[in-house]
């Protein structure tokens, strides 16, 4: 090889990193880690009850051909409280929302729903993260929609917002 | 390992939150699988941190990983199998130890293509002829 | 008021930066000569400028002067002193003052004590000096400026209770420091290549600036890891987080970068390479400044950040490596190749470290980087950490280290292969020796510690072997300097081995008065406390320790401490040292009422890794006072080669 191409060679690798370095820096800063369970059977969970008057979250229930969303949330995740509202329109509209709490207690839950609206039909105390962990869930608040058959078809991370409603009522099937 | 899950079953029922002390945070008694164990956690990236191992972070969810770890491991799984299980949860991202594959492969394409034209410019430009 | 005056030296230096920069080019450009004399005093106006506006930063957060926004959101007026004056570095802007504060000072030392260098190449290095620190200026005051006020805060936010720590309060600076001094070497490596001046002077010259930066950036690296050590409380020492590689990559082309400037000084060889390794050294240094400052890692080390300021300094960053790129695409070719030498020599062995450091830097860079490639490319996320890095880099690390065992036995320009086995038959008999002991009682250990202990025993007796025969009082400074330093890389070789191949663990949950063995000890969980701290509460458990079953008993208190402002806990493990090893014990967080956990791991010869680190370091610090001492003493005799040694 020509030496002077040689001798071009650092410029040519250090402009290469510096390229890659500027397509980087469009990279999301935030770092969200998504579920590989979506397109997948609703892995096997079964959370006992987390409050004494709702019944506790378990993969079976998802299977009755209706489609449900899976809400895995805590009661001292301070977003958790503002998609509550949310929650609550959706279950207006007809959806059932599991809820799936992780690293809580009874009675901090309890509190949690008296204060700001319990939009569950159901809710697991995730004992150990099992279930959070089986879904592939890297933190709270995340939801997933489950379709009749029991098949992820998305998952939400962050919180339920307004603008997220449609969209999430369309994939349930719900008419708007 | 019986007393052990006893034990566990006695804190499950105690008044303090359950998952409190468990296998996230104690030894497996045989030092074989515990050693396995931590290998297998010192290469398993915490999903709530930024850029720990879970062997490493305080984070819940990270010991909830280190918990599933040991049960698996003493229950006989390989370590193998359990990174694999992980990774189909997690993806990619949760291994600190790449997989090898197509997209992985520059990782180790790279430090040999630097190392053989290294040789190739130290043979050729610096030479050890004689004068 | 402090602050203004701050902002007004700042602009001033900046000013002075730009005329610096432009006297240089009107002199080496245009050749009006008698411009020349008046650069090095602007140098100097210039580092004084910069030191003056760095003082009134200091001085606002010793105050606590809250109506600066930089002092409201990184101090506190309860902070103790110290971190008050910690605070000012432990930021973005102001790092980045400190950052062109060591640049002005170098650029002054350069300009008032550097005699031996060509009027001009000296001239053309200052110039390069200037247009880096002018670069770093425009950023400052247009993107980052310290001085901005604001009105209406009654107190500043704090500082994360993890930096609130001695050892890290003077950490950044001494990176910092390495990292500059890898800039003089950059503009020593310029002005070279701009006055085609590149030989054994030019040599001489950049290599105090290259040994300096080198040791800060080694004590820098050492006091990181024992901090991580210690404060993380898991009982790791390095964790091939990206900010640890970001310190890592410069250390290496350092390193590296030492060895051939070596060459270069002493027979003339080498010249392009270590013209190119310094340009690169330089180029590690900013790619671990961008990193860091740019957010566009995720670390447990991470700064707040501003994509904004990444953009500026990746700007930077490019005009400046590439410029030198492409500078030193068109002018090596006209710089003759240097001296000739055989494949058993002391060259030949040096070229070899310099091949086997780079590589190493290329794994860490590879590392490093790909995953942030690869996201931005198709979007896939994946991690590279620990199992690779040690996997690729340690085997390379370990066969660098049988040459740096070799290296300094062998003779410059040629040597004969038969009389370098006959030098190495010690280290290589104490090597073997190693290995039948592990083989004997070491027990199962994995390959890679195994064959890290050997090579350590190899280097550990191999780097005293210069010394072998000889007069110790006549063996010059800088020849104790190599053999220490080579000493203390088999001595922290043989730490991380050990930490890797025979540390225990045991991690348990235990009530008061039981006890638990870990290694050769025993321990016993006293009780556990509460009591307040200076601005934290502070959990203890009290813990008593033994040695066997008679040995005598030793308390430790390991501690958990809680910040209210920010919430957070932070672990302070109990650690105690033997000459063998340490016994590490932590107190996890999730203990309940009458059980507590304990994290308990006994790691034999552990120190030795920092141990290691520190003589590195001081072999550097000799083997600096060595040069400039002999350097100074040399510059009345025309200087053209430095005698040769001969090994014994």
């Not at chain 1, 700001?116 to 869930?137: E, T, V």
């Not at chain 3, 300094?408 to 190693?434: H, I, N, Q, T």
């Amino acid at each position: 090889m020509n030496r002077k191409l040689v001798l071009w060679l650092p410029f040519a690798l250090m402009a290469a990193l510096f390229i890659s370095f500027l397509a980087s820096l469009s990279n999301s800063p935030e770092k969200v880690i998504a579920s590989q369970m979506v397109g997948q059977p609703l892995p096997e969970f079964a959370a006992g009850a987390a409050i004494p008057e709702q019944p506790g979250a378990a993969t079976a229930d998802f299977r009755d051909g209706k489609p449900r969303l899976l809400n895995v949330f805590a009661s001292w995740c301070v977003p958790c409280i503002a998609e509550i509202p949310v929650l609550m329109e959706l279950k207006a509209s007809g959806v059932e929302v599991v809820g799936v709490a992780v690293h809580d207690t009874s009675v901090d839950l309890t509190r949690f729903l008296a204060t700001n609206g319990n939009p569950y039909s159901r809710i697991g105390l995730d004992q150990g993260g099992r279930a959070q962990i089986a879904l592939g869930s890297a933190g709270v608040p995340e939801t997933f929609v489950v379709d009749g058959q029991g098949k992820i078809l998305y998952q939400h991370i962050g919180v339920v917002t307004e603008a997220d409603k449609t969209k999430l009522l369309a994939m349930l099937g719900v008419v708007k | 390992m019986r007393i052990l899950k006893i034990l566990i079953a006695a804190m499950l029922l105690g008044a303090a939150p359950a998952w409190a002390q468990d296998l996230a945070d104690i030894s497996l008694s045989d030092p074989k699988q515990e050693s396995q164990a931590l290998a297998l956690m010192d290469s398993i990236r915490c999903v709530v941190c930024q850029g720990q191992p879970i062997s490493g972070s305080n984070a819940e969810l990270a010991g909830d990983m280190r918990r599933i770890i040991r049960e698996r491991i003493a229950a006989g799984d390989t370590p193998e199998a359990v990174r694999t299980m992980l990774i189909s949860k997690y993806g990619d991202w949760v291994t600190f130890r790449p997989q090898l594959k197509p997209a992985t492969l520059p990782l180790w394409i790279i430090p040999l293509l630097a190392l053989l034209a290294g040789v190739w410019l130290v043979s050729r430009r610096l030479g050890w002829r004689q004068n | 008021m402090i602050a203004e005056a701050g902002l007004a030296a700042l602009w001033l230096a900046a000013t002075m930066a730009l005329l610096q920069l432009v006297l240089g080019a009107l002199v080496l450009g245009r050749g009006q000569t008698s411009l020349g004399r008046a650069v090095a005093p602007v140098a100097v106006i210039q580092a004084a400028l910069v030191g003056i506006a760095f003082t009134c930063l200091i001085a606002v957060f010793v105050t606590s002067d809250m109506s600066v926004l930089l002092v409201a959101a990184n101090s506190h007026s309860a902070k103790p002193l110290i971190y008050k004056i910690a605070g000012t570095w432990g930021n973005h802007e102001g790092s980045m003052l400190l950052w062109v504060t060591i640049l002005g000072l170098a650029g002054a030392t350069i300009a008032l004590f550097e005699r031996t260098l060509r009027a001009d190449t000296k001239l053309a290095t200052l110039s390069a000096q200037a247009a880096i620190a002018l670069g770093f200026y425009v950023f400052l005051l247009f993107a980052s400026n310290p001085f901005t006020r604001i009105s209406g805060v009654i107190d500043g936010q704090g500082l994360n209770p993890l930096l609130q720590d001695p050892g890290l309060a003077f950490h950044p600076p001494t990176l910092y420091a390495g990292y500059v001094g890898m800039s003089a070497a950059f503009s020593f490596a310029v002005g070279a290549l701009i006055t085609r001046d590149v030989g054994p002077t030019f040599a001489r010259a950049m290599r105090p600036w290259i040994l300096g930066a080198w040791i800060l950036l080694t004590i820098g690296i050492t006091a990181g890891s024992y901090w991580a050590y210690y404060t993380l409380g898991w009982g790791g020492w390095w964790f091939w987080d990206p900010v640890e590689n970001a310190s890592l990559m410069p250390w290496l082309a350092a390193t590296a970068l030492l060895h051939s400037v070596t060459v270069l000084a002493t027979r003339d060889g080498l010249r392009t390479w270590t013209i190119m390794l310094a340009v690169l050294a330089f180029s590690m240094s900013m790619v671990g400044t961008f990193l860091v400052r740019s957010g566009i890692l995720t670390s447990v080390h991470s700064f707040a950040v501003d994509p904004r300021r990444g953009l500026f300094i990746l700007g930077l960053l490019s005009v400046y490596i590439t410029g030198a790129m492409a500078l030193f695409a068109i002018r090596a070719k006209t710089i003759a190749e240097g001296n000739r030498f055989e494949l058993v020599s002391r060259e030949a062995a040096l070229v070899i470290n310099n091949l086997i450091l780079t590589v190493i830097l290329v794994v860490v860079l590879a590392g490093t980087l790909y995953p942030l490639i690869l996201e931005s490319y198709n979007g896939d996320k994946i991690s590279v950490g620990a199992p690779y890095f040690n996997a690729v880099a340690g085997p390379m690390a370990v066969i660098l280290m049988l040459f740096l065992a070799a290296g300094p036995l062998m003779r410059w320009r040629s040597d004969r292969p038969k009389a370098l086995v006959e030098r190495m038959a010690p280290a290589l008999f104490s090597g073997a020796v190693m290995l039948l002991m592990l083989a004997a009682f070491g027990g199962t250990i994995g390959y890679l510690p195994l064959i890290g202990l050997v090579a350590a025993a190899v280097v550990g007796v191999g780097s005293l072997a210069p010394l072998w025969k000889r007069d110790l009082r006549r063996t010059p400074l800088f020849t104790w300097g190599m053999v220490i330093a080579h000493f203390g890389c088999a001595v922290s070789m043989a730490g991380m081995a050990s930490d890797s191949a025979f540390t225990k663990e045991n991690m348990v949950s235990i009530a008061a008065n039981e006890t638990r063995e870990i290694g050769p000890f025993a321990v016993t969980l006293l009780g556990v406390r509460e009591r307040p701290g200076p601005n934290y509460q502070i959990l203890e458990a009290v813990v008593s320790a033994s040695k066997g079953a008679d040995g005598t008993p030793f308390e430790m208190t390991p501690q958990l401490h809680a910040f209210s402002d920010p919430v957070m806990t932070t672990n302070q493990a109990a650690i105690k040292t033997f000459w063998n090893g340490q016994l590490y014990v932590t107190l996890g967080e999730n203990s309940d009422g009458s059980k507590f956990l304990l994290r308990m791991w006994w790691k034999p010869f552990v120190t030795f890794i920092w141990l290691g680190g520190i003589l590195i370091a001081l072999g550097g610090t000799l083997s600096l006072i060595g040069r400039v001492r002999r350097d100074i003493w040399k510059k009345q005799a025309e200087p053209t080669a430095e005698p040769i040694e001969v090994p014994a």
